[in-house]
């Protein structure tokens, strides 16, 4: 949760065509750009360097960078999305990762399919959670490719019907996860401390411990204000447009 560096990239106005997995309404650019503002200010106000790559019209889902790498201290792994439609945002992304790390891995197995959004670095392991983007054969190949770095993967489950393992939990410091219920459940938090989200407000899960603060979804007064208590200062950063395209807070960035 400590970064110096951060990359994310402007929406496009194709925007409106993002995948989804109930269809509550078009996002409106205008105001998922005004948040973005927020966004990238709030990770440059706690001193990181933050690149902004220019809106890709091809790649309706664009935004959300941190499901096209995994960024590791030892180098950055390029992922292999699961969804069609976004498998060429990995390529996208290269050249932008290959000025800023010298040893660059892929993901490259046909079988092999696996998001940025279903995988959780934590300071001794890395959970990946499978899901209907992230198969078995993209985590093993993960798991090979991180292991000379004396990275250990573990696999999990991302919950039936929801997008990614991230959007139901978040890295709040070494020890401590903010997850829900229906994920912690599972057994995979044994070791850590677990902050509940509060019931109804599932959504607030996706936030991100970046430096000093914590980017929170905006509208979820009850768990925002349990995360205060426990002694984090929390920023809260609109998320209504990308939420209607399944997108939250750690979507937005790739942070290293
Ligand atoms: C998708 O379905 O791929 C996008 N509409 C949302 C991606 C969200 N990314 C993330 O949770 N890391």
Redesign the pocket.
């Known amino acids: 949760y400590s970064f110096t560096h951060a990359i994310a990239r402007r929406p496009a106005a194709s925007i409106i065509r993002?995948?989804?997995a109930v269809d509550t309404g078009a996002p409106d650019l205008a105001l998922m750009q005004a948040h973005h503002d927020s966004y990238v200010a709030a990770l440059r106000g706690t001193g990181a360097e933050v690149t902004v790559l220019d809106a890709l019209e091809a790649y309706p889902?664009s935004v959300?960078v941190?499901?096209t790498a995994l960024c590791l201290p030892e180098g950055a792994i390029l992922m292999r999305?699961g969804?069609p439609s976004?498998l060429g945002e990995a390529a996208e992304m290269e050249p932008h990762l290959a000025g800023l790390y010298s040893q660059m891995r892929r993901i490259s197995g046909e079988d092999s399919f696996i998001?940025?959004?279903d995988i959780l670095t934590t300071e001794t392991e890395i959970l990946v959670g499978r899901s209907a983007?992230t198969n078995v054969a993209g985590i093993a190949e993960l798991a090979r490719l991180v292991a000379d770095w004396d990275h250990v993967v573990r696999e999990v489950h991302t919950p039936p019907g929801v997008?990614?393992f991230?959007?139901d939990c978040s890295l709040m410091d070494a020890e401590t996860v903010l997850a829900t219920d229906r994920l912690a459940v599972s057994g995979c938090f044994d070791g850590y401390k677990v902050i509940p989200v509060a019931p109804g407000e599932e959504a607030a899960a996706?936030a991100i411990r970046f430096n000093g603060i914590v980017l929170f979804p905006a509208g979820f007064p009850r768990t925002r204000d349990q995360l205060a208590d426990a002694g984090y200062t929390v920023h809260e950063i609109g998320n209504s447009e990308c939420a209607k395209?399944?997108?939250?807070m750690?979507?937005l960035s790739l942070r290293f």
């Open positions: 993002g995948l989804r889902d959300f941190e499901d999305p969804a976004r998001e940025g959004g983007r997008l990614h991230k959007t996706n395209i399944d997108g939250g750690s979507c």
